[in-house]
């Protein structure tokens, strides 16, 4: 059995990498060359999931003690405005790396989610509450009628459950490296 590999390009800005996982370090390449981070040199591995024009992308970033880090995405830059979902090497290749960094550096720490984010969506939630009691302060103060507020409140009612979801899930929280959160891989 060959040790799992990705191929990802994340943005319009960069260019496709491949990544394998050698014994000791992940390695990529791409047109501009080769790298390399020791997994015995890892800080952090962080993964996240956000919305996407493909749905939910997956996100696993790796920093290195030294500062640098790597960024693995599922879904992969084809164009302008065209993505292609990479779940199927994606999860695999981080399962496997997280096992790696923790046999390598004891010390390295496994994070899940975003406590930016969680914020984010928090706001975001709060904003479409404040729709709500802005309506329901012009209908009972006589303030101008409604109807500028009906696109705002069908948006806010219409991401009501993902807003929810978001905040319910909470802020950045440990894990452990031998069972990544399968929610965070693609495989909830």
């Known amino acids: 059995m060959t040790a799992p590999a990705h191929s990802v390009r994340n943005s319009l800005a960069d ?9 000791d370090a992940l390695h990529w390449s791409d047109t501009g060359g080769e ?23 997956y996100q696993c970033t790796v920093r290195a003690n030294t ?8 879904a992969h830059y084809v164009s302008l405005n065209n993505f292609e979902d990479r ?11 997280a096992s790696r960094i923790a046999a390598a550096a004891p010390q390295a720490k496994f994070i899940a989610g975003s406590t930016a984010l969680w914020i984010v969506w928090l706001i975001v939630g709060l ?10 302060l012009s209908m009972f103060e006589g303030l101008p009628a409604a109807g500028p507020w009906i696109i705002a ?9 993902w807003i929810s979801r978001r905040v319910r899930e909470g802020a950045a929280k440990t894990f452990d490296p031998a069972a990544p959160p399968p929610a965070l891989l693609g495989q909830s």
């Open 15 to 23: 260019k496709e990498r491949s990544f394998t996982l050698g014994p």
């Open 35 to 57: 790298g390399r981070m020791p997994y015995a040199d890892v800080h952090d591995m962080h993964l996240i999931a956000y919305t996407s024009p493909i749905g939910e992308t």
């Open 67 to 74: 500062g640098d880090k790597v960024k693995l995405r599922s």
């Open 153 to 161: 409140i069908v948006v806010c009612a219409i991401a009501a459950p």
């Open 127 to 136: 904003l479409c509450l404040g729709v709500f009691v802005l309506l329901i």
């Open 87 to 97: 779940g199927a090497t994606y999860a695999p290749f981080v399962r496997a790396l």
